[in-house]
């Protein structure tokens, strides 16, 4: 590991993954670079009981999403990738387009261009073909599109519970495990097949 990872929490509806994302990257003793838009804001009051300070204080460093002079703007900056979840269809379309109009757009800019792991978990449904032109395009640039399409072989029993299988899912991207979920073709995952 390098120096943690960046979490961006845009204004999609999903902000509890962000949150999720947070709180998994502290447990495992990840240093996290948080950046969160204004309207990522309005949705965490809107969507959770969490407050900003809340969210913000499960982060090591905080940064003004409209401080385009910070740290994680700059490629020299080392960092192990970046997460953005929720990914709201507005900043996946900066990030395509390399229109670095705020911190967090430009923080994903730097590390495709650094070539390091940048996961959107895009929130939309369902996809027009422009959406879906916008999620091509930074796939190629190296990135990769991880909508929050959650599984059900491993028995969730809450909400949590599915939240967790797909934030389990993009740390895998860093090879951090997190404990988030249980993996397919565990022993308990070949019983309930067998019955």
Not at 37 to 60: F, H, P, Q, R
Not at 129 to 141: A, F, K, N, P, Y
Request: charged share 20%; hydrophobic share 45%; net charge neutral.
């Amino acid at each position: 590991m390098g120096n943690g990872i960046i979490v961006g929490i845009s204004g999609a509806t999903g902000v509890v993954y962000g949150v999720h994302v947070l709180k998994a990257l502290a447990d495992a003793g990840v240093e996290t670079h948080l950046v969160i838009t204004g309207s990522g804001v309005k949705n965490l009051l809107i969507e959770t009981e969490y407050t900003v300070s809340d969210v913000k204080a499960m982060a090591t460093n905080v940064y003004d999403v409209e401080d385009i002079g910070a740290a994680i703007a700059s490629g020299s900056f080392k960092v192990d990738g970046m997460i953005v979840a929720p990914c709201s269809i507005k900043t996946l379309s900066a990030i395509a387009n390399s229109f670095n109009h705020n911190l967090l757009v430009r923080a994903a800019d730097v590390n495709l261009k650094e070539r390091r792991r940048v996961v959107l978990m895009v929130r939309e449904t369902p996809f027009h073909e422009g959406h879906l032109e916008l999620m091509t395009r930074v796939s190629r640039m190296g990135g990769v599109i991880m909508p929050p399409s959650p599984a059900f072989y491993h028995m969730p029993k809450s909400i949590d519970d599915i939240i967790n299988q797909t934030v389990g899912k993009m740390l895998d991207f860093f090879s951090i495990d997190a404990g988030l979920f249980t993996r397919w073709g565990t022993k308990d995952e070949m019983r309930m097949i067998k019955t």
